[in-house]
């Protein structure tokens, strides 16, 4: 051991740490004479940080990020902060308790685009510890660093100081530039360093409105227009971009006053909204309007230039509809139309702007009154005394509002207003029509008159005015009643009082009781015959029935035929006042001189009023007790059978049949109304027959299939009775089972009917198909093609008759048959062995119907040929041994008791005998 001059000793010390930390040891010396302790402590760190930290945020925008320290020792600790990177900052000592976990703040703050790199070392002052984090900053494109809002006029200019900051030590200057081409000012402005300066923008909008943008001032380049007089060196280095750079290398670099790059991403921007207030009008212009219609404005435009100007059209309300643009060719003069439709009343300013694409805009002011919409007087409604008339009431909104209408009727006794829904929604530029229903109460006009008031949000009232008239009631229309030979039928007759009198009713028949003072056409004539088919009934006495205002009374009139002979009457509803006072007419001077006469007025004042109900009554024959007619045919045959029936009647009457030539037999080709054509009567007798099927549906289907042709008549004088002899050709394409009618009718007489029945049956089979199985719950099908016997696709339907095996399938069961051909497909799924099935499958359409036989075979084994058998089962012993023939009759000999395949087992075969 070497001794030092100064009597020290140095004693070798090796210290190989494994991982990072604190490492405290104790080494002892002792010797005879003396006993040493040297406390040692080694400190370990690590040799790459513990974490990394990015940070991201635009320029000028700080984002701080907590970042945890944890002490879990029992002393407080103490560190220094070391911060190594451009705009990160933090606290520079930091204080954590025993046990405890605190958040050191780091903040990054860049004033440009940029990506920096960097690291934070904490060291403990304690234990010595160092805790190393890289960081990373990436500052983006700074946001905006105010919102500016400028108010001017259109065609004014406005100057507008905006205070510019330069957060940089060098002297900076900037280029200035906006995306609003109604902005300018200086190109460029220079700055001291941390200094303010404000920047005059000038602002002179050409058109009104709020107009969104930018002004951007960033650092002008140095080297811009420039010569290149840098070394290679420093060439290569400014090639790299600024964010890209290290640290060390960035400091070097401001250290050297050579951060020209890196101030060039400086930039500052700001939000501009330029709130342009229009200028003066051109010319204002006072309107007065009503609401819900439209009106027209003329505007003048002239082009002084010698090139082609184009306009876009503006309007400060919906209201307003005309063209959005026009141009206007060089030294041009035209009229611009712009219609206006107001809704709401009251006092309003609208614009009309015209903007063109190169000049300042101008526009007229519109001071515009609108009042409520005028009053509407509609055509007066004529309607007799004791009927409705319906007219419609137009409610035309050309505007662009919706009209949420609530309406009004000031005389609900004679006018009811038909609203389903409230409210009355009518939608921008339509028409609503509401039905209004006029009930007069009294002749000529009386209080038959009405205000109908519409109200909504947009204005108070909107007035229609409505009027009628009441007219002497005309004949109604006739009525027709058929019933059977001696049996009765009831035709109601309900009868209101319209008025506002009490009153007294009488009610006759013609064919019982001539009426007086009554005028009526010569038409009208067969009306008045006497005839005892019709009574009067429903009501105890039919003279002086006391009726009070709207009253009501149920009249019922009973038919009973006796003769087939056509009856005729009219029901006379005679009223007059319980006072005694005469009915008041006040429009008597405006009737037509042809209904004085008919009604026999010769003065405004009338006794009675009087309804006329026309009756028609047609006999019917009851179905004869003869067995109905059965016409049975097979589907898709032809059948033609004569069918024959009777007429009896009272053919000597009035134009008397005599022989054949007095009366005709023709296919039918009028409707029943024609009983009611009371000015044609034929000079002689005219029979329509025709077939006449249960429903609609049926004669849709059936109607095509069955033709009537008469093939002979003959009349039996002395009888009165007419023969038909009909041929009924029969051709059904589908089987139906249908109940008709064979229908004879004559205007005069009555009608006959004979009950018939069409029968058509199942057609032939149209094909047989076998279907071979393929195994044992194995489906086995058969395809075959339909096609549509139209031009058009069919419905069709395909279905299983009954009898069929549940085996079978059809697919699809409905669908169209097209005309070029739908496949269907049938199969079955056997479940026994050996089974033969069957099913007979129908095809439906609306016209059309087929018919096919399946039959479902077991499949077909075939036995194998030439395969050798897995199993060898011959005997090759029992092949060597020589045959034996056996002797049945000597072992039957044998056999004394029966065996187990008898009847009685064991019994004894031979009986002993005593």
């Given at each position: 051991?070497?001794?030092?001059?100064?009597?020290?000793?140095?004693?070798?010390?090796?210290?190989?740490?494994?991982?990072?930390?604190?490492?405290?040891?104790?080494?002892?010396?002792?010797?005879?004479?003396?006993?040493?302790?040297?406390?040692?402590?080694?400190?370990?760190?690590?040799e790459?940080?513990?974490a990394?930290?990015?940070?991201?945020?635009?320029?000028?925008?700080?984002?701080?990020?907590?970042?945890p320290?944890?002490?879990?020792?029992?002393?407080?600790?103490?560190?220094?902060?070391?911060?190594?990177?451009?705009?990160?900052?933090?606290?520079?000592?930091?204080?954590?308790?025993?046990?405890?976990?605190?958040?050191?703040?780091?903040?990054?703050?860049?004033?440009?685009?940029?990506?920096?790199?960097?690291?934070?070392?904490?060291?403990?002052?304690?234990?010595?510890?160092?805790?190393?984090?890289?960081?990373?900053?990436?500052?983006?494109?700074?946001?905006?660093?105010?919102h500016?809002?400028?108010?001017?006029?259109?065609?004014?200019?406005?100057?507008?100081p905006?205070?510019?900051?330069?957060?940089?030590?060098?002297?900076?200057?900037?280029?200035?530039?906006?995306?609003?081409?109604?902005?300018?000012?200086?190109?460029?402005?220079?700055?001291?360093?941390?200094?303010?300066?404000?920047?005059?923008?000038?602002?002179?909008?050409?058109?009104?409105?709020?107009?969104?943008?930018?002004?951007?001032?960033?650092?002008?380049?140095?080297?811009?227009?420039?010569?290149?007089?840098?070394?290679?060196?420093?060439?290569?280095?400014?090639?790299?971009?600024?964010?890209?750079?290290?640290?060390?290398?960035?400091?070097?670099?401001?250290?050297?006053?050579?951060?020209?790059?890196?101030?060039?991403?400086?930039?500052?921007?700001?939000?501009?909204?330029?709130?342009?207030?229009?200028?003066?009008?051109?010319?204002?212009?006072?309107?007065?309007?009503?609401?819900?219609?439209?009106?027209?404005i003329?505007?003048?435009?002239?082009?002084?230039?010698e090139?082609?100007?184009h306009?876009?059209?503006?309007?400060?309300s919906?209201?307003?509809?005309?063209?959005?643009?026009?141009?206007?060719?060089?030294l041009?003069?035209?009229s611009?139309?712009?219609?206006?439709?107001?809704?709401?009343?009251?006092?309003?300013?609208?614009?009309?702007?015209?903007?063109?694409?190169?000049?300042?805009?101008?526009?007229?002011?519109?001071?515009?009154?609108?009042?409520?919409?005028e009053?509407?007087?509609?055509?007066?409604?004529?309607?007799?005394?004791?009927?409705?008339?319906?007219?419609?009431?137009?409610?035309?909104?050309?505007?662009?509002?919706?009209?949420?209408?609530?309406?009004?009727?000031?005389?609900?006794?004679?006018?009811?207003?038909?609203?389903?829904?409230?409210?009355?929604?009518?939608?921008?530029?339509?028409t609503?029509?509401?039905?209004?229903?006029?009930?007069?109460?009294?002749?000529?006009?009386?209080?038959?008159?009405?205000?109908?008031?519409?109200?909504?949000?947009?204005?108070?009232?909107?007035?229609?005015?409505?009027?009628?008239?009441?007219?002497?009631?005309?004949?109604?229309?006739?009525?027709?009643?058929?019933?059977?030979?001696?049996?009765?039928?009831?035709?109601?007759?309900?009868?209101?009082n319209?008025?506002?009198?009490?009153?007294?009713?009488?009610?006759?028949?013609?064919?019982?009781?001539?009426?007086?003072?009554?005028?009526?056409?010569?038409?009208?004539?067969?009306?008045?015959?006497?005839?005892?088919?019709?009574?009067?009934?429903?009501?105890?006495?039919?003279k002086?029935?006391a009726?009070?205002?709207?009253?009501?009374?149920?009249?019922?009139?009973?038919?009973?035929?006796?003769?087939?002979?056509?009856?005729?009457?009219?029901?006379?509803?005679?009223?007059?006042?319980?006072?005694?006072?005469?009915?008041?007419?006040?429009?008597?001077?405006?009737?037509?001189?042809?209904?004085k006469?008919?009604?026999?007025?010769?003065?405004?004042?009338?006794?009675?009023?009087?309804?006329i109900?026309?009756?028609?009554?047609?006999?019917?024959?009851?179905?004869?007790?003869?067995?109905?007619?059965?016409?049975?045919?097979?589907?898709?045959?032809?059948?033609?059978?004569?069918?024959?029936?009777?007429?009896?009647?009272?053919?000597?009457?009035?134009?008397?049949?005599?022989?054949?030539?007095?009366?005709?037999?023709?296919?039918?080709?009028?409707?029943?109304?024609?009983?009611?054509?009371?000015?044609d009567?034929?000079?002689k007798?005219?029979?329509?027959y025709?077939?006449?099927?249960?429903?609609?549906?049926?004669?849709?289907?059936?109607?095509?299939?069955?033709?009537?042709?008469?093939i002979?008549?003959?009349?039996?004088?002395?009888?009165?009775q007419?023969?038909l002899?009909?041929?009924?050709?029969?051709?059904?394409?589908?089987p139906?089972?249908?109940?008709?009618?064979?229908?004879?009718?004559?205007?005069?007489?009555?009608?006959?009917?004979?009950?018939?029945?069409?029968?058509?049956?199942?057609?032939?089979?149209?094909?047989?198909?076998?279907?071979?199985?393929?195994?044992?719950?194995?489906?086995?099908?058969?395809?075959?093609?339909?096609?549509?016997?139209?031009?058009?696709?069919?419905?069709?339907?395909?279905?299983?008759?009954?009898?069929?095996?549940?085996?079978?399938?059809?697919?699809?069961?409905?669908?169209?048959?097209?005309?070029?051909?739908?496949l269907?497909?049938?199969?079955?799924?056997?479940?026994?062995?050996?089974?033969?099935?069957?099913a007979?499958?129908?095809?439906?359409?609306?016209?059309?119907?087929w018919?096919?036989?399946?039959?479902?075979?077991?499949?077909?084994?075939?036995?194998?040929?030439?395969?050798?058998?897995?199993?060898?089962?011959?005997?090759?012993?029992?092949?060597?041994?020589?045959?034996?023939?056996?002797?049945?009759?000597?072992?039957?000999?044998?056999?004394?008791?029966?065996?187990?395949?008898?009847?009685?087992?064991?019994?004894?075969?031979?009986?002993?005998?005593?």
């Open positions: 051991i070497l001794i030092a001059a100064d009597g020290s000793v140095p004693v070798p010390l090796r210290f190989v740490p494994l991982s990072p930390g604190r490492y405290p040891c104790k080494i002892l010396l002792t010797s005879k004479y003396d006993v040493r302790l040297y406390c040692i402590e080694g400190v370990v760190n690590e790459r940080p513990e990394r930290f990015d940070f991201e945020t635009p320029a000028f925008e700080a984002l701080t990020q907590n970042i320290i944890n002490n879990e020792t029992k002393n407080e600790w103490k560190f220094h902060v070391t911060v190594e990177g451009e705009w990160f900052h933090g606290p520079p000592i930091l204080y954590v308790g025993p046990g405890e976990t605190v958040d050191y703040p780091l903040t990054f703050k860049p004033i440009f685009e940029c990506e920096i790199m960097g690291k934070l070392i904490l060291h403990n002052e304690v234990d010595g510890m160092e805790h190393i984090f890289d960081i990373k900053g990436i500052g983006k494109r700074p946001l905006a660093l105010e500016i809002i400028i108010d001017c006029q259109v065609g004014e200019m406005t100057n507008k905006i205070m510019v900051p330069n957060y940089t030590p060098s002297i900076l200057t900037f280029k200035v530039s906006s995306d609003l081409p109604i902005v300018w000012g200086n190109p460029d402005i220079t700055i001291d360093p941390d200094n303010t300066v404000p920047y005059i923008l000038h602002v002179c909008p050409w058109k009104r409105g709020i107009f969104k943008g930018t002004i951007s001032f960033s650092v002008k380049s140095k080297h811009n227009g420039d010569s290149q007089d840098d070394s290679d060196e420093d060439q290569d280095t400014d090639q790299i971009p600024f964010y890209k750079k290290s640290l060390s290398e960035l400091s070097d670099k401001f250290d050297d006053e050579k951060a020209d790059n890196a101030i060039n991403n400086f930039q500052i921007w700001y939000h501009l909204e330029i709130h342009s207030a229009p200028g003066p009008p051109l010319e204002i212009i006072d309107m007065k309007c009503a609401a819900l219609e439209s009106f027209y003329e505007v003048p435009l002239f082009n002084p230039e090139k082609i100007i306009f876009d059209v503006l309007f400060s919906a209201a307003f509809s005309g063209v959005d643009e026009l141009d206007l060719f060089p041009d003069f035209i611009c139309i712009i219609y206006y439709s107001p809704a709401r009343t009251g006092f309003i300013e609208e614009s009309i702007i015209f903007q063109p694409d190169l000049g300042l805009e101008f526009w007229y002011l519109l001071k515009i009154t609108t009042d409520i919409p009053a509407t007087i509609m055509k007066e409604i004529y309607c007799d005394l004791g009927k409705v008339v319906t007219e419609m009431i137009s409610l035309d909104n050309p505007t662009h509002e919706t009209l949420e209408l609530h309406a009004t009727n000031s005389n609900t006794e004679n006018f009811v207003l038909e609203i389903k829904r409230i409210p009355l929604i009518i939608p921008p530029n339509s609503r029509d509401v039905p209004i229903h006029f009930r007069p109460s009294a002749l000529g006009r009386a209080s038959h008159q009405t205000s109908v008031i519409f109200h909504c949000a947009q204005f108070s009232e909107w007035i229609f005015l409505i009027s009628g008239i009441g007219l002497f009631p005309q004949p109604h229309e006739i009525q027709k009643v058929t019933a059977y030979l001696h049996l009765q039928t009831c035709i109601p007759i309900p009868f209101q319209p008025t506002k009198e009490d009153v007294f009713i009488d009610i006759l028949l013609t064919g019982e009781e001539k009426p007086k003072r009554l005028v009526m056409a010569q038409i009208w004539d067969s009306f008045m015959e006497e005839t005892s088919a019709f009574k009067i009934s429903g009501v105890t006495h039919t002086g029935i009726l009070p205002p709207k009253g009501t009374l149920d009249i019922q009139v009973l038919f009973m035929p006796q003769v087939m002979k056509l009856q005729r009457t009219m029901v006379l509803i005679q009223m007059r006042k319980a006072s005694g006072k005469r009915w008041f007419i006040d429009n008597f001077m405006e009737l037509h001189p042809e209904v006469r008919g009604l026999g007025l010769d003065s405004e004042e009338i006794l009675e009023i009087r309804w109900y026309p009756i028609i009554g047609v006999p019917q024959t009851s179905p004869p007790e003869s067995p109905q007619i059965v016409i049975t045919c097979q589907a898709r045959k032809r059948l033609e059978e004569e069918v024959e029936v009777l007429l009896d009647g009272d053919f000597l009457g009035e134009n008397p049949i005599l022989e054949l030539s007095d009366f005709t037999v023709i296919p039918k080709r009028k409707s029943y109304a024609y009983y009611e054509d009371i000015e009567k034929p000079m007798r005219e029979f329509e025709g077939i006449e099927f249960e429903s609609e549906d049926e004669e849709a289907s059936l109607e095509s299939c069955v033709a009537l042709c008469l002979k008549k003959s009349y039996n004088a002395n009888n009165e007419i023969t002899v009909f041929s009924l050709i029969f051709t059904p394409n589908k139906v089972r249908s109940q008709v009618t064979l229908k004879v009718e004559c205007m005069t007489d009555g009608i006959w009917t004979f009950p018939m029945m069409l029968i058509a049956t199942e057609p032939d089979v149209d094909e047989v198909f076998d279907i071979e199985g393929v195994g044992l719950f194995k489906e086995a099908t058969v395809d075959f093609r339909l096609t549509s016997q139209s031009r058009n696709p069919e419905s069709f339907m395909a279905f299983f008759l009954p009898g069929s095996d549940p085996e079978f399938f059809v697919k699809p069961q409905i669908g169209e048959l097209l005309p070029k051909g739908t269907i497909t049938v199969g079955f799924i056997p479940t026994m062995y050996s089974r033969k099935y069957k007979t499958l129908a095809i439906q359409t609306e016209d059309m119907y018919l096919y036989e399946i039959n479902g075979l077991p499949q077909i084994s075939i036995l194998p040929l030439k395969v050798k058998a897995k199993v060898d089962a011959h005997n090759e012993m029992f092949d060597k041994k020589p045959a034996r023939r056996r002797n049945f009759l000597y072992e039957n000999a044998q056999l004394t008791r029966t065996g187990v395949s008898s009847t009685i087992k064991g019994a004894r075969l031979m009986l002993n005998n005593k």
